[in-house]
Every structure is written in C-alpha cells, then in structure tokens.
C-alpha cells in the first residue's frame, strides 16, 4: 500500500528532527496523536497541532502522559494509526502502558527525544541514557523494536517505518531520538507519496462467531486484528489470557502467551534488522555506535584512517532486537570493540555478552549533555590496538 | 444454566461463557451489569456500537463479562483509552464502568479533564466506599470514620462528594442513584445512552463481604433495607450538598442535565472558524 498523498510534503526542506518526526508520521498515515508537552520534543507535537487539521487528523494535548500513552491505544483499537511523544520524564510515566500495548498486541509508535537524566536531569541536552528503559522499562518480559535515527532526514524516514513495523508485529515501537538529532535543522526530502510504502493494519480475515479468536496467531505468530463495532464482540485484557482474549489464571496460559509475545520478535529479529556498516572489511577495530553517536564515530574512523588504523564502524539503526548474529559473527574475525554511548554502559553491555571474551570490549561512556569529542573515542581505539 | 424459552433476556448481552463471575453474593456490581444490560435494551441502540471500557477492580471486572466489544485496561485509566477510542470511532457509544478507586482515586486527573472538554463518553460509576478486591483499604470516598484495612481506628480523610466533583468538573449529566433504585438507575442509563457529552451515574452499592463486613453493617440485604430507609429522592438538589455520612442519608436523584459542546464539536466549531477553506475536518460520522 502507498502513502496517503494528502499527508505527503513533498519536496526539499529545512528541518530539524522533531519537524521531520512529524512528518514522517503524516507520511506513515498517521491521523492521531494524543500527547503532553516536554522539552526537547515538544515541536513534534506543536508541529503535528498545527498540521493536522489540514490533513483531517485529531491532536488532543491530554493531561498528563500516562493518559497520552493509553489513550494512543484506544484509538488504535478504534482503528487509527497511533503516537505519542515525549522525553525521558514522560517516557517513565508512560512505561505502565508500553506494558499494556505489549501484552494486548496494540500497534503503536513511542517517540522519545531523549535528553541527559536521571530525573529532570538535562532538559535541553542530549543523552541516550533510556536504552535499556526501552526495552526493560515496563514489568514483566516482553519485547519491543527500537529504532535509532541519527539525522533530520532520518527522522522522516525512520519514522515511516516505525509505524510500518509496529502494524506490522504489532508491538509498540520506540522512536529513540535525542535532542541533538531533534533539534539539528539539515536538508529532508521528502518524496511522493507513490514512492512511501505503507503497511496497512492486519485486518482479521475471520468472520464474528461465537467462536472468534482474538488473539490466533499467524504463521509469524502475529495475530490479526478485527475491527472495533463489527460484531466481533472480542475482549482485550492486560491480563493474561487465552487466544479468545479471555483472562486465565494460571502457569500454562502464561507461557504460552509471554513465550509467543516475546518469540514474534526475536524470531523475526533478522527480518526487523537495519545495521549500516563502514569501513569493516578489514576492520580491526569495531566501533558500535548508535544515534547521534553514529556520526560522530565518522569523525572517528576518518582519522583513525588517516593514520593507517583499520578502523569501521558498525551502526546499529535498529537497536531492539540487537543484532546480535552479526555482532557474534564480527567478534570471530575483529581485534577489539568501542562502543561508545552517552551514557554509563547500557548497548555496550550487549556487545560484551555477544564478543563473549574472543576479542576486547572497551566502553567510551559519557554522561550526557554535550557529544563526544572524536578524539577522545580515537584515543580508545589507539589504546586497544597497543 | 437456564435453557430455551427460559432464557433470560441478559443473557444474551453477557459472556455466559464466563460464568460463573467472581462477584460476592450480595454484591451491588451485579445489579449494576443488570441495569445496564436492561438500559441497553430499552434504548434499542444498536449493541454492536456500544463498547465497554473498564480499569482495574471489583468494578472493573464487568467489561470481561459484557458481549460487547469490551476492553479491560490498566488501572484508572479507563476514561483516557475511552478518550481515544471514542476520538476514532466518534460513531460508537464509548461506556466507562468501573469502581470510585480507579475512576476517583487514581484516575481522578483523567476524570475531571475528560469532563472539562466534554469528552462524549457515558462514565458509570460503582462506588462501595472501598478497595475491595485488595481486601478492603480506605478509598477517595470512604466516609468519615468508616473502618478499612489501611485505616484500621477509622478513616480521618474528607471523602469526594462525586456529583459535586462531576458538575464543577463540567459534565453534561449528574445522577447519583442506589442498587436499591434499580429503575431509576436503568433510567439514567437509559438517559445518557442517548445523551451526547461527559455523563456521569454514580451507582452507590453494597459490599457485603469487605466494606460492610468491616463497619458491622450486615449482608447485601440488610444494605438495600438501609439504602431503601436512608435514601432521599431530590432530582435538581444543589450537588453541593450530597455529603455522605457514616450510617447518614443519601440524597439520590438526578441533578444535571445541559447541554455543551462536545470536545469534537467545540474542535470542529473553532478549526472552521479560523482555517477556513484549509480546514480538513475530521469526519465524525456522527448523526444527531
Ligand atoms: S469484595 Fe465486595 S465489591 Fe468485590 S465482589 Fe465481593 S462484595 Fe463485590
């Protein structure tokens, strides 16, 4: 399915990332938007305020952000695609719901502009410090997909594909921008709505009986949905329940049902990958970088390169689910790994486990508030080539 | 289970499937899914343009027990999923049941934001003065030196006099009735089924086996003696004055009842008024 060309602002513009955010959901079909505002996202949803009524989309600025990250769900049950925004704050507040999403399989996008924490912590300045809150931060397990756009242009494009994803698997999907991405103004283009794919919503192909499946899976161990006020007459639940969306109380229905919310994603974690690789052919050193980070690790390479060190970079854009085959299948043939991060370790942690002792792993961390200096990632990987 | 022509008219509004519920014997909440099932069948609206959004509870129970397309969310936050299913299916009838802890306590925000903008969705509210599925602790309406776990010498906390927090929260219908009131109760139903805006029905209720146990005021009968001896029927009464007390009256009636622009309506009126031409309206599919 093709975009919807009434949403589409074709052509090339001047954007920063939380304008080409809200592009991009436009682009993805996206006429819902329920959130609160909070720096540094805040444009997102100022700009979705101003262009929705334009497009025939409803912006409700609701009052607080758990309200924000359940009401996105009633009006994905309604049939809408659905998103909030927010930063590290909100996202905190919003966690009971990603929990709720996971477990009832409701098709909707999280985008967190991510600023330095804990707490208030840095509201105008950059971190990447809810990685791990991505992914963990509800309770109970489960798994989402994460995306990690590093450029305006990116933003748009990615954001497209977030919703396409979380249609797609239907789980909530993490936008992870950080407020140097969201607030870098560069060029976005934008192309015709004809050449933006659209995953359209998976219909249920059953018809309402007494003996309707809400939550059958499919092959992929996807279920489709119904449409709400068709005589389905189906029951979502956060808790745990059959594939009739009845609650059942006991062990066996639980791991049946946490086992397949968890296994849609990891079973089809090499179909949900998008990694960008530079300079690994002959790459003695790793860099694993993600983010704004990505970019800077450019710097990095180049003069690491210019030095005659063999140093590539391996950029994870999805970063949940990890890719993890890949970064097993670098540890055989690599030296050593920098992984550097705004924060105190969090993805770097995955890359030990998956280096699992064949090669070094060096952490750069950085607590946020300003980007790493290049030079200083380059003084890492010079050490780890001694 | 009754079979053939015996078959209760409920019956074919419940999950008979799910029988039996885990509801008390005695339990108000019962005689509340009653009314609304009987409120659902004097409106003669179409049941599949109804659905039933609840939180977590006793109360919040009824939305896995009613055949409709029913959704059981996380704990006061019924009223905004309400919000949004109802912001994407503007053509549905959006019901809210759950009990005064999630609607009040812990979805108190969410109410009264929901009633200031006119969100047009029915909030029906079953209050027992408690939490009665964790075992009976102090609510936001408990009354004044009413007994519960977690204020064992008697509750010190002014409670929440619902109608009065639903009017000033600006909703467009205000009614307060008891399970005693069964007719009354369906009529309100019956009222803001067909009513657009924020409604709001408070359903006062027995819980025989946690609250009333508690504060030694008998079985689930003996509560409809009282709520029958204690109750004032007072349509239009100030809702300031709707206090309840320890063992005292309890003034029902039907108190609200205007008219405001829904939240889309109110959207729709300034969007065309500013954009003009550019203006995309989003289509409602509403016919009033
Ligand atoms: S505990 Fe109280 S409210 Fe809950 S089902 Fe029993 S009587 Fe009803």
């Excluded at chain 1, 009052?63 to 695609?81: L, N, P, R």
């Excluded at chain 1, 927010?86 to 009832?104: D, K, R, V």
Aim: proline share 6%; charged share 20%.
């Amino acid at each position: 399915m093709k975009a919807d060309p009434m949403g589409v602002l074709v052509g090339a513009h001047f954007l920063d990332g939380d304008h080409a955010c809200c592009e991009g959901a436009l682009a993805a079909g996206c006429r819902m938007v329920f959130g609160y505002p909070i720096t540094p996202s805040t444009e997102v949803v100022e700009r979705i305020a101003r262009r929705f009524p334009m497009v025939g989309g409803v912006f409700i600025q609701m009052e607080d952000e758990i309200a924000s990250s359940i009401a996105i769900q009633g009006a994905a049950w309604g049939g809408k695609k659905v998103m909030t925004v927010t930063s590290g704050p909100g996202m905190s507040l919003m966690q009971e719901h990603i929990g709720f999403a996971a477990m009832t399989e409701t098709p909707c996008v999280f985008v967190n502009v991510q600023r330095g924490g804990p707490s208030t912590g840095l509201p105008t300045l950059p971190g990447q410090a809810d990685m791990m809150q991505a992914r963990w931060g509800s309770h109970g397990d489960y798994e989402i997909i994460a995306l990690s756009p590093n450029s305006p242009q990116e933003c748009f494009d990615l954001t497209i594909v977030a919703f396409n994803m979380s249609e797609r698997y239907r789980v909530p999907v993490m936008f992870m921008m950080d407020e140097s991405v969201g607030h870098m103004t560069e060029r976005v283009i934008i192309p015709e709505s004809t050449e933006i794919d659209i995953e359209p919503r998976r219909l249920t192909r059953a018809q309402p009986s007494e003996d309707y499946e809400l939550y059958a899976p499919e092959e992929d161990l996807v279920p489709q949905m119904p449409p709400v006020g068709a005589g389905y007459r189906f029951h979502v639940t956060g808790l745990t329940h059959d594939e009739k969306g009845y609650p059942v109380m006991n062990a066996w229905v639980q791991e049946k049902l946490v086992r397949r919310l968890v296994d849609k994603i990891r079973k089809n974690a090499s179909e949900i990958a998008i990694n960008q690789e530079f300079e690994l052919e002959d790459a003695e050193v790793v860099i694993v970088a993600y983010g704004i980070t990505s970019r800077v690790v450019q710097r990095t390479m180049f003069l690491a390169r210019e030095k005659g060190l063999k140093v590539g970079v391996f950029r994870p854009v999805v970063v949940w689910p990890f890719p993890e085959d890949r970064i097993r299948e670098l540890a055989g043939r690599a030296k050593a790994f920098v992984v550097p991060e705004l924060n105190y370790g969090q993805v770097y942690y995955e890359v030990e486990r998956l280096v699992a002792g064949r090669a070094p792993c060096r952490l750069v961390d950085h607590g946020g508030g300003a980007l790493h200096d290049p030079a200083d990632i380059l003084k890492v990987v010079e050490e780890v080539l001694r | 289970m009754s079979q053939g022509e015996h078959r209760n008219p409920v019956e074919s509004f419940l999950r008979m499937d799910r029988m039996p519920h885990i509801w008390c014997p005695g339990c108000g909440i019962g005689i509340v899914v009653n009314c609304f099932v009987r409120a659902l069948l004097k409106s003669k609206i179409d049941v599949d343009s109804v659905s039933v959004v609840s939180g977590i509870g006793c109360t919040g129970r009824i939305a896995g027990y009613f055949k409709v397309d029913s959704f059981h969310t996380t704990h006061g936050r019924p009223i905004p999923f309400a919000t949004g299913l109802k912001t994407a299916r503007p053509d549905m009838n959006i019901v809210v049941l759950s009990g005064e802890g999630d609607l009040i306590a812990i979805g108190g925000n969410h109410f009264i934001h929901a009633a200031r903008r006119n969100v047009d969705i029915k909030v029906i509210c079953v209050n027992n003065f408690t939490y009665a599925m964790t075992g009976g602790q102090v609510g936001p309406t408990a009354p004044l030196h009413s007994i519960a776990t977690t204020a064992p010498y008697g509750s010190h906390e002014r409670p929440f006099n619902l109608p009065f927090l639903a009017e000033s929260s600006g909703a467009t219908y205000v009614a307060r009735w008891t399970t005693y009131h069964v007719r009354q109760l369906t009529k309100a139903m019956v009222d803001v089924l067909n009513k657009p805006g924020f409604c709001f029905v408070e359903a006062i209720a027995p819980c025989p086996t946690i609250y009333q146990r508690r504060n030694r005021m008998g079985d689930g009968l003996e509560m409809m003696r009282f709520y029958r001896e204690h109750s004032r029927i007072a349509n239009g009464a100030d809702t300031r004055s709707l206090d309840i007390e320890m063992g005292g009256e309890i003034v029902v009636g039907k108190f609200i009842d205007r008219d405001r622009p829904t939240y889309l309506e109110a959207m729709d009126e300034e969007l065309s008024k500013r954009l003009g031409n550019r203006y995309v309206p989003y289509p409602t599919g509403v016919k009033r």
